[in-house]
Structure formats: C-alpha cells, structure tokens
C-alpha cells in the first residue's frame, strides 16, 4: 500500500510518501526512512519498498517512509532556509506526520550529513543509522561546484518524447532504455499545465548552493555523541566521496560502528543490483528489531 503523507516544518510543507506492507503492525518491524542524496526525492525510495514490505529488509516486513527535502518533489520551497538544519527538520516533519514512535533513518550521499543533523540535534525515537557513502561533512557546494551541471540542465520539456532523448542523450536511444525510462519516469518527471516538468526545484537548490557557503559544517568532531547503533555503507568499485581521513573519523569516534564494503560505485548498487545494500541493511534492522 502507498500513501502520500505531509509533515509541517515551520509552515513549510514536506512531501513523503509510504509504503506498507499488508500485515498487522505487531508483525512488522521498526520503519524505515530514506532520505536521498543529491537531487532526489520520496519516489526514489521506489527502490527499497519492495524489499521493505515483503520482509528482505531484514526479516520482517516493514515500512518504507521516502522524504522530499524542501524544493525537491512537491515539498514547499521557501525563500530561505537551506541549511543542514532545516532539511533535518524536514525529515523530523515526515516523521511526526507519519506517526512513527521508533524509525531507522537511512541517508545517501547528501542525504548522509542532513541525518548526522537530526541524530545529534533532534534523535527521540531514532533506534539505527545507515549513512551511505558520504562523509561526515555538509560541505560548501558552491566551492566544490557540486550542482554546477545540474543547474545548467532544463528543467520542463514539451513531451515525455522529449524528456527522454534527452535524459538518454549520452547513453544512447535504444529500446532497452526505452524501458528503463518507462520504469523511471514519474520519479523524476511530473506532468503539469502540458508541459513535462522535472522534481528538482531549480531555484531551492541555486539557494541551497548560495546557503552553503555559510553553513557548511564538519560533524567529524561530534561523531562520539551518536548514540544509536550506526551502519556506514562504503562504495568499493567506481568512484567515493569518502577518503582515507573520512573513513578514519567514523571508525575512531562512532561508539557503536559496523562498515560495510559493497562491490558498487557511489550508487551503492541503487540503480544495478540493490540486493548487496538490502542484505546489509538488514542486518541492522534485525538488531533494531530485536
């Protein structure tokens, strides 16, 4: 079953979307919410909430509970407020909305210091944390030119047809992504007013770049106040984020750390072969759920 679900941050209005599996609450096991790196938004938790609610996250089915940031899918975008902070506030919104007593959190990339926020700012009810392959920074995008491409890319197409030469237009037109993109379409894409309009909110993130510049932050530190059971999900093919020192300050503050290498790039097998991920993930859920 899938529900959409609205929290309130502030008055900003934070877009999730749940899905639950069709067995009474007391044969399932603690939620699980995702938060998505970089651009993404709640439907990119599409990925995981088959293997949530059929039980192969772990071994009870569960709830997956996908967020959308502020100015990424249909959550508000204010005129400011782009900070770590205010996007773990966001994830607090949807929980509450939810109405979770006890949750995992499960951030990726981006989505990985916003979740390091709400674990030392705001963690009633947080029972486990998985961090996927990011370090424990919130860095200047500005500096690092990490949305530069992005921002330059169109943001509503005159047809699906369209959207998809484009989105396709280095890997190819072949029927096979002709599929994929059928699969993937309504993640990324909504149809509005005629037009094919894309979930990341162009404007929310020039603001979140522009924000960065003053409210990056080094979690590195305060590592040690983490006080749940904490799962780092490290890529081991392709290309990291995650340096020699990054990993070091996990292993040497977190009180109660498990790493696990996957044979993946940065995706961690996300939009290949999910099933790796799944298995470690479920690992810490069973603990949680014990």
């Given amino acids: 079953m899938r529900r959409t679900i609205w929290g309130d941050n502030g008055g900003v209005r934070i877009e999730a979307i749940e899905w639950s599996p069709q067995v009474e609450p007391s044969a399932q096991g603690v939620p699980l919410v995702f938060l998505a790196g970089g651009t993404g938004n709640a439907r990119s938790g599409e990925v995981h909430a088959p293997a949530a609610t059929s039980g192969r996250l772990g071994t009870r089915p569960r709830r997956l509970l996908g967020v959308s940031r502020r100015g990424m899918g249909l959550s508000d975008a204010p005129p400011s407020g782009f900070a770590p902070a205010d996007f773990a506030g966001d994830v607090r919104a949807a929980v509450a909305a939810a109405g979770y007593e006890r949750f995992a959190l499960f951030g990726h990339s981006m989505g990985v210091p916003i979740s390091i926020e709400l ?10 944390l998985a961090l996927g392959d990011a370090p424990a920074r919130y860095i200047d995008f500005k500096a690092d030119g990490t949305f530069d491409s992005i921002l330059s890319w169109p943001s509503d197409f005159a047809s699906w047809d369209e959207a998809f030469d484009w989105l396709f237009r280095n890997a190819g037109r072949t029927s096979a992504n002709r599929v994929l993109f059928e699969q993937i379409k309504r993640r990324e894409f909504t149809e509005r007013d005629g037009r094919i309009r894309s979930f990341v909110g162009r404007e929310a993130l020039v603001r979140t770049v522009e ?8 979690y590195r530190p305060r ?14 093919s392709g ?14 503050r977190v009180r109660d750390l498990a790493i696990a290498r996957l044979q993946s790039g940065h995706d961690l097998g ?21």
């Fill in 223 to 236: 590592l040690g106040e983490i006080s749940c059971p904490v799962l780092l999900l490290v890529a081991s």
């Fill in 211 to 218: 924000e960065s510049v003053t409210t990056h932050v080094d």
């Fill in 270 to 290: 996300q939009f290949s072969d999910a099933g790796p991920l799944h298995a470690e993930l479920g690992v810490l859920l069973d603990r949680i759920d014990g």
């Fill in 119 to 128: 674990a030392l700012s705001d963690p009633g009810g947080l029972a486990g």
């Fill in 239 to 252: 290309w990291s984020p995650m340096q020699p020192a990054d990993l070091a300050a996990y292993e040497d």
